[in-house]
């Protein structure tokens, strides 16, 4: 039998009206190694020569479906050893459209939304997941700063860098994530 996380905390949750949560905040640490998804569990988005770190992960934040989660995040990566830093937002004079990069692999931003470009080579980049880690809706851009809602069955959040090599990429980025506060309803039984 599946243990279902959800139904347990209803279950624990059970006769109760309503119940306050309150906000989170959140810092989450992203190498400038670190792949956005894994791309061995979401094959149809696949990235890169798959040669980065597994993704920065939130993980059992009140991720409520509807409700706006925020990110802010600073810090500098490289994309090669020594070389020139760029914030969250990445490196401005390199924009990595919908085409393979330099590897002749795509970029994970090849799978963002339209309204997220343009998207620069290292920049920080988002995505909703399940429990299993499958990408849930468009990954998003981050840069330094965004607002997002959670879609239904998001579990968690994983974070890394928009690049299709990753293994020569240093420093690291701090994301500030700000989970809102949820208040959970909870329908009582009807005595028939």
């Keep these: 039998m599946r243990y279902s996380f959800r139904a347990a905390a209803l279950a624990g949750l059970a006769g109760l009206a309503a119940l306050p949560a309150q906000a989170q905040d959140f810092t989450v640490k992203v190498s400038g190694r670190t792949m956005p998804w894994s791309p061995a569990i979401n094959k149809d988005m696949d990235f890169g020569i798959r040669d980065g770190t597994r993704p920065a992960m939130l993980f059992g934040a009140s991720l409520i479906a509807g409700s706006t989660i925020t990110f802010r995040a600073h810090g500098e990566t490289t994309t090669l050893p020594g070389g020139a830093r760029f914030g969250p937002e990445g490196q401005i004079d390199y924009v990595t459209e919908k085409r393979p990069g330099g590897s002749g692999r795509l970029f994970p931003s090849y799978y ?70 949820a208040r959970v309803i909870l329908e009582q039984e009807q005595a028939q």
């Design 112 to 181: 963002l939304d339209k309204a997220d470009y343009p998207a620069h080579l290292n920049a920080l980049i988002g995505a909703f997941v399940s429990a299993d880690g499958k990408v849930i809706g468009a990954p998003f851009l981050i840069g330094r700063e965004t607002a997002r809602q959670v879609p239904e069955g998001a579990q968690a959040i994983t974070f890394g860098i928009n690049d299709d090599v990753f293994h020569e990429n240093e420093g690291e980025l701090l994301v500030e994530v700000h989970v809102p506060e």
